[in-house]
């Protein structure tokens, strides 16, 4: 199914009688059961005002047509949506809709936050078939702003996006990256630390282990680009510039995590502390690791069928299986299994916005 029109899209819902599985672009796929519905024929820039730093988008609006409109007027998504296709290997389109859904975030999340920092307001079809509208279209009008940042990361299971609302930000003057050699991840997240506690406004802190080198990211005007990129080198003992072409290249590539674009083996995506991340790492065994927002992320990539959740023990974080094949994904599961009271609560609020049960059903929870 491959609605046109929000009233389309919720008889669809309204008409279903089993499960349905949600679709954007089709980057994304995990390997739910159930009826495709498709958001692709919902596409469409409704509103965008570039100086009020806001747009309004219908949710199967390509990411690329977004972000062309946004290049026109110098702006742009501040939170760095990271493209899951090659890793993944994919076809489709992003869509800003399955932006919001996966509350995606590339390396810039250390100083900007994640998607659902950025939205508004949303449209959206619920269980039963109703549209809802919740927030508002401007930094000024944002009623119901908590259920907005609900909606954002519930990967399609509380309800069926059909129009976002969010802000953007004006696209600095130029960028540039500090690489600097580290012997291990200690040395690295210890490094990154230290930066991102500086006053000098990082927005990418990452860890290459192939490359043996911390990286640095700032932004903004040039003079004070310049000075800021001096003034960690000092207060680091080292560094060397990397120049703008090179720079935007380097972090694109850690968004995408492109190292791991067409190896074999499964992906595995950790949210931890910073500070727990070099031992956690040294557990998880991996065949290659990758580590962004100082440390906060490691994208790890091991063998096929394993269960790195056993691996990894104890943490303060979570583990999600990116990349896997279908009877892998159906043993672990795509997300870390919730503890019990977070579990109640995660179903109370499935069962109130879709109490047919027919959104993505399994995919959570």
């Known amino acids: 199914m491959t609605p046109t029109s ?17 679709r954007g672009g089709g980057t994304r796929l995990t390997g739910q059961a159930g009826t495709p519905l498709s958001l692709a024929g919902l596409r469409g820039i409704s509103l965008y005002e570039p100086g009020a730093l806001t747009m309004v988008a219908q949710a199967g609006t390509p990411l690329a ?11 742009r998504l501040a ?3 990271m493209d ?20 995606t975030a590339g390396p810039r999340r250390v100083q900007s936050g ?8 949303v449209r959206y079809i619920d269980g039963l078939g109703r549209a809802i509208k919740n927030g508002g279209r401007v930094m000024k009008n944002v009623t119901g702003y908590d259920l907005v940042k609900l909606m954002a990361g519930s990967w399609g299971t509380l309800g069926v996006l059909s129009e976002v609302s969010f802000k953007v930000l004006p696209r600095p003057e130029t960028e540039a990256t500090l ?12 490094l990154l630390s230290k930066a991102l506690g500086s006053p000098y406004e990082v927005t990418g802190a990452a860890y290459d282990p192939v490359q043996g080198a911390a990286l640095l990211r700032i932004e903004g005007f040039a003079t004070s680009v310049a000075y800021r990129a001096g003034e960690l080198t000092k207060l680091l003992g080292a560094g060397e510039v990397v120049e703008v072409e090179a720079s935007a290249a380097l972090w694109a590539a850690i968004r995408d995590v492109a190292p791991f674009h067409g190896a074999p083996g499964d992906v595995w995506r950790l949210s931890c502390k910073p500070s727990q991340a070099p031992a956690l790492a040294a557990r998880l065994e991996a065949e290659a690791l990758l580590f962004d927002w100082g440390g906060g992320l ?12 056993a691996r990894a023990g104890d943490y303060d974080g979570h583990a999600t299986l990116m990349r ?12 870390q299994p919730q503890l019990a009271p977070l579990a109640a609560i995660e179903a109370g609020l499935r069962a109130k916005f879709d109490p047919r049960g027919i959104f993505n059903p399994g995919l959570m929870g």
């Open 6 to 22: 929000e009233a389309e899209l919720g008889e669809a819902v309204r008409q279903a009688d089993g499960p349905l599985a949600i």
């Open 298 to 309: 490691i994208w790890a990539r091991v063998p096929e069928g394993t269960d790195l959740r």
């Open 65 to 75: 047509e977004v972000e062309a409109a946004l290049a026109a007027e110098n702006q």
């Open 114 to 121: 994640a998607a659902r920092d950025f939205l508004l307001g």
């Open 84 to 103: 899951a296709r090659g890793l993944l290997a994919t076809g489709g389109e992003p869509t800003i809709g399955g932006v919001f859904a996966a509350n």
């Open 324 to 335: 896997a094949a279908p009877d892998t994904r159906s043993r672990l599961g795509m997300f």
């Open 179 to 190: 690489r600097i050699a580290v012997a291990d991840a200690g040395a690295a997240v210890r």
């Open 79 to 81: 939170f760095e949506p």
